[in-house]
């Protein structure tokens, strides 16, 4: 299971109120696109839901349990960064086969995870390379691997595609949409990108500096945006 509520979360860092007050619902399973411009918030709010910051106000609860003050490890999700923070020094099997190991688990069960993984991402072929001898979209996919064998109760991604070129990135939209319909994992997906959200969201969340100016589905907003920033972000015709 991985539902993720936000009652009414806010941070401020010093004095400077970057996120007033948000609320909001994601449920099991949903692909989740958090869009806006630059420093609206995106990143902080999901590394609260991570863990990886604290909250200044409000509660973050997933699957019924608040996890607020819990630390990174313990809420179950898995982050996938833009940088890829992969090992340079070891192979795309010891890469993706990292965490299970700090985990204490077996050797056996391990072989079995990363191998799964590497299936379902294509990387077969690539296990004993080291990062350097990859190309980008196949270390984003590392990344992802790396995310997977933990078995995530949600995916949390921070613009993972930014650093590939445009073919790629539609490449990789593609894929990690497939991975979605092959996992059924609850997804939240940060980007700037509007053709993302679009096309990968089943609930798109538009921010506005630290707000959420509107949440609904790609179709919903495209018809119906609340405001001008929204069809202004989105593209569509109002
Ligand atoms: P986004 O990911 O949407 O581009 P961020 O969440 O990274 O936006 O940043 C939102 C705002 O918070 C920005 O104004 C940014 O400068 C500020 N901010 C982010 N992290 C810190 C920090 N550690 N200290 C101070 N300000 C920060
Ligand atoms: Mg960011």
Do not use: W
Not at 40 to 46: A, D, E, Q, R, V
Not at 57 to 71: F, P, T
Not at 152 to 177: H, Q, T, V, W, Y
Not at 203 to 214: C, D, M, S
């Amino acid at each position: 299971m991985g539902s993720i509520t936000l009652e009414k979360v806010s941070k401020s860092f010093g004095t400077t109120s970057v996120i007033p007050e948000i609320d909001l619902e994601i449920h099991d399973g949903e692909f989740v696109v958090f869009v806006g411009p630059s420093g609206c918030g995106k990143s902080t709010l999901l590394r609260m839901i991570a863990g990886l910051e604290d909250l200044s106000g409000g509660r973050i609860i997933i699957d019924g349990k608040d996890m607020s003050s819990e630390a990174p490890a313990k809420r179950g999700l898995s982050m996938v960064f833009q940088s890829y923070a992969l090992y340079p020094h070891m192979t795309v099997y010891g890469n993706i086969a990292f965490p299970l190991k700090m985990d204490g688990q077996e050797k056996s069960v391990i072989d079995k995870k990363v191998k799964d993984a590497a299936h379902i991402l294509n990387l077969t072929n690539y296990l004993e390379r080291r990062p350097g001898q990859l190309s980008g979209g196949q270390r984003q996919r590392v990344a992802i691997g790396r995310a997977i064998v933990r078995q995530p109760k949600a995916f949390l991604f921070d613009e993972p595609l930014s650093n590939l070129d445009a073919a790629l990135r539609g490449n990789m939209r593609l894929e990690i949409s497939d991975l979605h319909h092959q996992l059924k994992t609850t997804m939240i997906y940060v980007t700037h990108d509007q053709v993302e959200a679009m096309t990968m969201a089943d609930k798109i969340v538009v921010l506005n500096a630290g707000r959420i100016e509107q949440v609904g589905s790609p179709m919903e907003l495209y018809r119906n945006p609340k405001n001008v920033f929204v069809a202004g972000f989105i593209g569509s015709p109002r």
